[in-house]
């Protein structure tokens, strides 16, 4: 098991902050990368498409100017989430702007293409894929990604039913290369778990959507405050695929959290409209939610994270 060169000695904490749709933007990409852990957004969030340049544009600059101005402690890299799927028919357009400004990590979903990977690699790019079983990884693997991401039982958003317990030891059987691990972690505690289960970093999502940075409503941020894992509802009523959502949310929808309808996957769509909608409406989020008790700025929840970590090691010491 081993980090890929772009991460090693640039991590404060070995976390990879999840592309969050809507809520991630330049804004918490750039507190979670100058706090020392990868920020990440989906290309999608940039609407219309034309935006995506001035927010890598960004990303960029600012990054390099905060590197330069802070050499004694880490600046991590950043990574652009790009979701594969046929229905995202702006998947080219981003990919081109993602090779232009040379992003150091893409975050391939639904769907692995060995073309794609190759073109991330040919401007030194790393590619890590988003699994929820060995199939999956073994089929992103065979196409070229450089890394995994387990998305397991009580991730946010799209999600699996995979213990973490099983999946990990699963990868660890063929893969020994870079490996996340998603699914309830939002503690420093579950950092420091997730490596000793096998993985090389955790993947955070839900834990920074209440966060001053992230571009959500507030009713969204007080809604994971006040919540726990026994508001979480897995469906794949609202894209066609499963995820983990806030039962408050489907509840203020006039939804039955308890009776919800089943989903045609063959007829799930990421590119946008009703789509896009949903995710605005409906509130993803994972099961890891109680130990969430405030919305502070990304810097001081990392900050939290770190302290954690380092005390959770102390104790096994």
């Known amino acids: 098991m081993s980090l890929p060169a772009l991460l090693r000695d640039r991590l404060a904490l070995p976390v990879i902050g999840a592309p969050l749709f809507i809520i991630s933007q ?10 020392g852990i990868v920020g990440s957004f989906p290309a999608l969030n940039a609407r219309p498409p034309e935006l995506l340049d001035t927010w890598l544009a960004r990303i960029t600059t600012e990054l390099a ?9 880490p600046t991590a890299p950043f990574a652009v989430n790009q979701i594969v799927h046929k229905s995202n028919d702006r998947l080219e357009h981003d990919l081109a702007l993602c090779e232009r400004y040379r992003v150091p990590i ?6 692995a293409r060995e073309d794609l990977n190759a073109r991330v690699h040919a401007w030194g790019g790393i590619v890590l894929h988003d699994v929820i079983n060995v199939v999956h990884a073994k089929k992103a693997l065979d196409k070229g990604a450089d890394g995994l991401i387990a998305v397991c039982a009580g991730a946010g958003g799209h999600a699996g039913t995979l213990s973490p317990f099983a999946l990990v030891e699963e990868i660890r059987r063929f893969f020994d290369g870079p490996l ?26 839900s834990a920074f959507i209440a966060t001053q940075e992230a571009n959500a409503v507030a009713a969204y941020k007080q809604a994971i405050v006040d919540g726990s894992a026994s508001d979480i509802v897995y469906t794949n009523l609202f894209t066609g695929v499963h995820g983990n959502y806030l039962k408050a949310s489907i509840v203020a929808a006039g939804l039955d959290p308890d ?26 989020c994972g099961q890891g939610i109680g130990s969430i008790a405030s919305v502070p700025p990304a810097a001081e929840l990392v900050a939290r994270l770190v302290r954690e970590y ?4 102390a104790r096994l010491a």
């Not at 330049?26 to 706090?35: I, S």
Request: with cysteine.
């Open 65 to 73: 100017a905060h590197a330069a101005a802070h050499p004694d402690r």
């Open 259 to 284: 009776a919800l309808p089943t989903s045609d996957p063959s007829k799930m769509n990421f590119g946008g409209g009703a789509a896009a909608k949903a995710w605005k409406d409906i509130w993803g």
């Open 180 to 205: 996340a691990l998603a699914g309830a972690i939002a503690t420093g505690r579950g950092v420091l778990a997730a490596q000793a289960l096998g993985a090389d970093v955790a993947y955070l999502g």
């Open 310 to 313: 380092q005390e959770a090691k």
């Open 106 to 111: 893409v975050i391939t979903s639904l769907g």
């Open 26 to 35: 330049p804004d918490l990409v750039l507190a979670q990368c100058k706090a």
